[in-house]
């Protein structure tokens, strides 16, 4: 989403009439060897330190470099040659230093922009993490740093190239958001040991990325390059005062006269590289973290290395370049890549380097990363929707959002206290947008809403401390949905009644069902919301003697089982596990038993001395422990503490530590499993314990499970095997573990068992109709992977962190669960923003839709320009092709109907990262090597075009120019729209 927004549009006619683009870049001789040094560096949104504290080089006693000296350093030598390039990727960073700038010097930058010698690279606010985000917020992050460039450079300082060269591990889904938001290529830093080694041998270092099993080609293709050296320069090449290599002593009457020993030395690292790739051109990374607070050492060394180089009269020339013009020149090279349609997921540095503990790492941090973009985007939309101007916005939540999709932040990779500082940063954003919904529903009510933070843990000190209070509940989904609200009260033993609030006065509402649970001390009603509107219900609490709690208790050895009129879900007397599922509508039953176990962190051992740690996941054996109450008690204690007709229940307990509820809800499919682990114990064993729950079946998956990709597209995942590459595996249980955004499943022909989850974590399927989930880590060891720390998260008393969450589990036949899974992980993701109010003080009804969308769409973005000028929409097909008979048709979309409030004259189709007009943005063409047929595109045209509607229609429809809006998509297609 957007904060400095698209005055980008106006902007664009006034930038230059044409831009010079790929046609500025050196070409090089076809005849050499060619080296583009692209000088560089790579500034971490908070790791070591915190944001703030890289960008103004506090804290050098944690980490040297200040990323403002960067900046100031870089533009002064960039001025002084006009040969000298450089790249520059983090807009958190850059719009703080471009704030800073005087008049003359924002001209200077224009112009450096403007002649291709700054170039913006990526251009997000961050570089995003590709395993833990949620494709919604990688969006909103990319658009938030693009739309700064596009305001402030123009359309010719928009990025070509994705740079996402230190994330641990790639994703399809990120490609294909690349390739929609008009990116013509991709570089990384980091793949598997054994993926770059097959890789190097094959000469297949880059190729085409096929990243959607659901857009045509090549609307989802990207051209994916592995760099050589990560992002770091060639031994004996790193010329910042940081580094030890030996400058360029260019002085033949002095001793230490090098350059002959220097280019020697060029030609072999150049030559060696070069063998691993397939044209005559090659990158090199001149640049690391936080490095150039002293450029002109960089510089001065780098126009000596580039002089003498080619003055040698070898084979190899060398220039300063980018990775766009280095992109270009492999497209000239005029041959055909391999195509890749699976991922980079997991990661291993070496045998037992597997980087799959940062899918779990830090679960709290993750789960409120995940509920800070629901709240984002209730809050955007409720700011696009009023007419009024507002005194609050929803800027510091879309910054602190965008902060937090950092590859170090929710990957949950950073040092506690630069966690801390992502967490306050959500926080703060948070607070505004409440303020901004209390604007925009108790304006001219009086009093104001109240929100619990803690409502996932059943505190909420304004219902605990009120008789009689109102419930307001906005749903964000452009969809009507039924929701059971949970709200901890005052006392179980009394009785409360629930009722519609009447928004236009007149006679009380309707009274709706509600149940007391005792389990909790909270109560429980079903709302009903329409489509991004609210409802509003009052509780009142009833005189005594019309009590009516429902709860039960099961006696010792009795069999436990709960219902409802889609499961029956049985659990053994004997060991309290779950049991069995039932699904009473497709008749299908399966045996599923669910525990709690932990791996023992490794510390390291004879085969090797890494150790388990923020990033890395390597227990020290592939049997996990079971969690039970000790002294060889492993029964897990099973209670049914709620039986009545709304809510079915059993609280589970197999541990002090280690316990949850397991419950069915009136007229929902999918059962749900509350989770609650922590303080995980470190006494007496001096043990790190890495928690999961593992769901063990009697379906026959034949050792493959199915992941998504960020939330959208699923992957199948095989047990010991790589698509593209002979695995030799050396980790099973950390080289089996995939992350796990928003669902995963195992199937056979008969059945399907899929979990949805809040958050991101990791999970694997170590065995036939098994698939387990990392819930929560405490390690103690550190794996030597930079941060410096263990990952050992205690709260103010000393002892570990809680960590608390939910799973969703759906139980039916392949063929109906993905229109179940699909639908309600957009639930789960976009659940409604529950607030309170006093009794008397009823709220303002919101009703932004008049009519709702298909099943099968998402409105994924509704937000208000910066400016005011305008209003950014998307509209997703949320179905793959072929996963639903009926869902995964194409489907027109009238957006008239939809918000008939939403005046608008003009529209402009744009780019995914909304920085572009669609019709103006063309993408290099690739040929494609690979069997079968091949997109008639990849083999005729020079560019390509987006496909382009006619898919959408205007016609005139009022007398005030309203504009007739008629939207078509396609199975995964995200289509962006700017509205004025």
């Not at 206290?417 to 925009?440: P, S, T, W």
Request: some cysteine; charged content about 25%; overall charge negative.
């Amino acid at each position: 989403m957007l904060l400095y927004f698209l005055a980008a549009l106006s902007l664009t006619l006034q930038a230059h009439a044409s831009c010079p683009g790929y046609e500025n870049c050196p070409v090089g001789d076809e005849n050499k060897l060619n080296v583009h040094l692209v000088a560089h560096t790579h500034n971490d949104v908070g790791w070591l330190k915190t944001l703030d504290q890289y960008y103004y080089g506090a804290n050098v006693t944690i980490q040297q470099g200040g990323v403002q000296y960067i900046i100031d350093s870089v533009i002064s030598e960039l001025l002084k040659k006009p040969d000298r390039r450089f790249i520059y990727v983090e807009m958190a960073f850059f719009t703080r230093w471009w704030r800073e700038q005087d008049g003359e010097m924002k001209e200077q930058v224009k112009t450096l922009v403007n002649e291709g010698r700054l170039e913006f690279i990526l251009g997000g606010w961050c570089m995003n993490d590709e395993a833990s985000t949620h494709y919604t917020a990688i969006i909103d992050q990319m658009t938030l740093g693009l739309a700064f460039i596009n305001k402030t450079f123009g359309k010719c300082a928009r990025p070509r190239v994705a740079w996402q060269i230190d994330p641990f591990g790639h994703s399809r889904e990120q490609a294909s958001l690349f390739a929609q938001m008009g990116f013509d290529g991709l570089f990384f830093g980091r793949n598997d040991y054994q993926d770059k080694f097959q890789r190097e041998e094959d000469r297949n270092m880059e190729g085409i990325w096929r990243a959607s099993a659901s857009l045509n080609p090549p609307n989802a293709d990207l051209f994916t390059g592995v760099n050589q050296n990560g992002y770091s320069p060639p031994s004996g090449f790193c010329f910042d005062e940081y580094c030890a290599d030996q400058p360029m002593m260019d002085d033949p009457s002095l001793e230490d006269y090098n350059v002959d020993e220097k280019v020697e030395l060029f030609m072999k690292r150049a030559t060696d590289q070069a063998k691993n790739y397939a044209t005559n051109h090659i990158m090199w990374t001149m640049g690391s973290d936080f490095q150039y607070v002293n450029a002109n050492m960089w510089y001065k060394n780098l126009d000596k290395l580039i002089k003498y180089v080619n003055a040698a009269g070898k084979n190899v020339t060398t220039f300063y370049s980018t990775p766009s013009c280095y992109l270009k020149a492999l497209n000239r090279a005029d041959r055909s890549w391999k195509v890749k349609t699976d991922d980079f997921f997991p990661y291993a540095e070496q045998p037992h380097s597997f980087w799959t503990g940062y899918f779990t790492s830090r679960p709290t941090l993750k789960g409120y990363t995940r509920e800070s973009s629901r709240f984002l985007q209730a809050c955007t939309q409720m700011e696009a929707g009023m007419t009024s101007p507002l005194s609050s916005s929803s800027g510091k939540l879309r910054r602190a959002m965008a902060v937090a999709q950092h590859h170090d932040a929710v990957s949950g990779t950073s040092k506690q206290h630069v966690a801390d500082d992502y967490a306050k940063r959500l926080f703060i954003g948070r607070e505004e947008c409440k303020q901004l919904m209390n604007e925009v529903m108790m304006d001219g009510v009086g009093g104001n809403l109240i929100f619990c933070d803690f409502l996932n843990i059943s505190t909420c000190a304004f219902t605990q401390q009120h008789d009689d209070f109102i419930v307001i509940l906005y749903n964000p989904i452009a969809r009507y949905i039924t929701h059971y609200v949970t709200i901890p009260i005052m006392t179980s033993s009394r009785n409360y009644q629930v009722r519609e609030v009447n928004i236009g006065g007149g006679e009380r509402g309707r009274v709706v069902e509600s149940e007391m649970m005792t389990s909790s001390q909270s109560l429980v009603f079903r709302a009903e919301i329409d489509a991004m509107s609210t409802s509003s219900y009052e509780v009142i609490i009833l005189p005594s003697d019309e009590d009516d709690q429902v709860s039960s208790k099961n006696d010792e050895g009795e069999e436990l089982l709960i219902a409802n009129e889609f499961y029956e879900v049985k659990f053994d007397s004997d060991s309290g596990l779950m049991a069995k599922i039932r699904n009473l509508k497709s008749g299908i039953s399966a045996g599923v038993s669910q525990n709690f176990y932990w791996y023992n962190s490794s510390v390291g051992n004879d085969e090797s001395s890494q150790q388990s740690g923020a990033y890395v996941f390597r227990p020290n054996s592939s049997i996990p422990f079971q969690c039970f109450h000790g002294r060889g008690d492993s029964k897990v204690r099973s209670v049914k503490t709620s039986s009545g007709g709304l809510v079915e229940e059993v609280t589970q307990y197999m541990s002090e530590w280690c316990h949850q509820v397991v419950r069915l809800y009136k007229g929902k499919e999918f059962i749900e499993v509350n989770w609650k682990i922590g303080p995980i114990p470190i006494e007496p064993d001096g043990y790190g314990k890495e928690v999961i729950t593992r769901y063990d079946t009697s379906i026959k998956s034949d050792k493959i499970f199915y992941t998504d990709s960020n939330g959208r597209e699923m992957l199948e995942r095989k047990l010991n095997y790589r698509p593209t590459w002979n695995l030799n595996q050396s980790e099973p249980v950390a080289g089996n573990y995939y992350p796990i955004n928003t669902r995963a499943y195992i199937k056979d022909d008969q059945s399907q068992l899929t979990v949805l989850t809040d958050r991101s974590q990791g999970g694997a399927s170590l065995s036939d109709g098994s698939l387990e989930i990392m819930l929560h880590r405490r390690v103690l060891g550190e794996d030597h992977k930079g941060v410096g720390e263990a990952l050992n998260e205690t709260s103010s008393n000393g002892e570990g962190i809680i960590a608390s969450g939910k799973h969703y589990l759906i139980f039916d036949t392949p063929q109906r669960s993905p229109r179940l899974h699909r639908i309600l992980a957009e639930e789960i993701f976009l659940s409604p923003i529950i607030s309170f109010a006093n009794i008397n003080n009823i709220p303002k009804h919101i009703r932004l839709m008049t009519s709702e969308l298909p099943e099968n769409v998402h409105l994924l973005t509704l937000a208000r320009t910066e400016d005011d000028s305008g209003t950014l929409l998307r509209l997703e097909h949320q179905f793959e092709a072929g996963e639903d008979k009926l869902l995964s048709q194409p489907v027109t979309v009238s957006l008239h109907k939809i918000l008939p409030d939403l005046h608008f004259t003009t529209v402009h189709e744009l780019t995914l990262g909304a920085n572009a007009e669609i019709d103006d943005v063309t993408r290099l063409v690739w040929k494609a090597k690979e069997a079968g047929r091949r997109h008639k595109r990849d083999l005729f045209s020079e560019v390509v075009h987006f496909e382009k509607p006619n898919s959408v229609e205007y016609d005139v429809i009022d007398d005030d120019g309203g504009i007739r809006l008629d939207i078509m998509l396609k199975p995964m297609q995200i289509r962006t729209f700017l509205l004025k």
